[in-house]
């Protein structure tokens, strides 16, 4: 064995043992998946700003709805009709309700995700075989940002919000499930709060 291919072993032993990175999945790829989650639920872990963990299952209906129940907790968070709600069962004030378009969940809830658009994508990279894209309301930065992550064949694993005041929430996904129909009970803030008095 000439010197040359000595030097050339060590490089093909690393290339063998260590695959390819994987190429970044493209921004219409990833804005056509979204689009293409019409009715999902899936079992998901929170990785909360105060570093507490809880767990759940979360139910999204696009455009523009999602329920997370929270395990062992009566805590519940609705987005519907163009609100957010939370249900927390140690206020006695009501659940807190905002917008759902000053939060960065209505990337995802949007009845036309376009990753495109100028702006709106600040942070696009590949990390341990996974995409991951960070998007913002380009008309309103301040409004906090949501980084996904997707593996390939494209699926979401997980988000990370970073909210108005600097907060981040962490949701980790189980196996996302498509289920035909989800009662449109399920997402009536009006109904829960009927419930909760």
Do not use: C
């Not at 032993?13 to 990175?21: I, K, Y």
């Not at 395990?71 to 939370?86: C, F, H, I, M, P």
């Not at 000053?102 to 702006?119: E, F, H, M, W, Y």
């Amino acid at each position: 064995m000439n010197i040359r291919s000595l030097a050339l072993a060590p490089a093909l032993v690393l290339a063998l043992a260590f695959p390819a990175l994987a190429e970044k999945i493209p921004l219409n790829e990833i804005s056509r998946y979204l689009n293409s989650l019409k009715t999902v639920t899936s079992e998901f872990t929170q990785v909360n700003p105060d570093g507490t963990i809880s767990t759940g299952t979360v139910y999204i209906q696009r455009p523009g709805r999602a329920r997370f129940e929270y395990n062992n907790d009566q805590t519940l968070v609705l987005a519907s009709a163009g609100s957010v709600a939370v249900f927390d069962p140690k206020s006695n004030a009501g659940p807190q309700q905002y917008p759902l378009s000053k939060t960065p969940l209505s990337i995802i809830l949007d009845a036309n995700v376009n990753l495109g658009r100028a702006n709106m994508v600040t942070g696009y990279a590949e990390a341990k075989n996974s995409t991951v894209v960070t998007a913002q309301d380009p008309a309103h930065p301040e409004y906090g940002n949501i980084k996904m992550v997707f593996t390939s064949p494209t699926q979401l694993r997980q988000w990370v919000v970073t909210d108005n005041a600097g907060e981040k929430t962490t949701v980790i996904l189980g196996e996302m499930r498509r289920v035909n129909s989800i009662p449109s009970s399920k997402f009536s803030i009006s109904a829960e709060m009927a419930r909760h008095k």
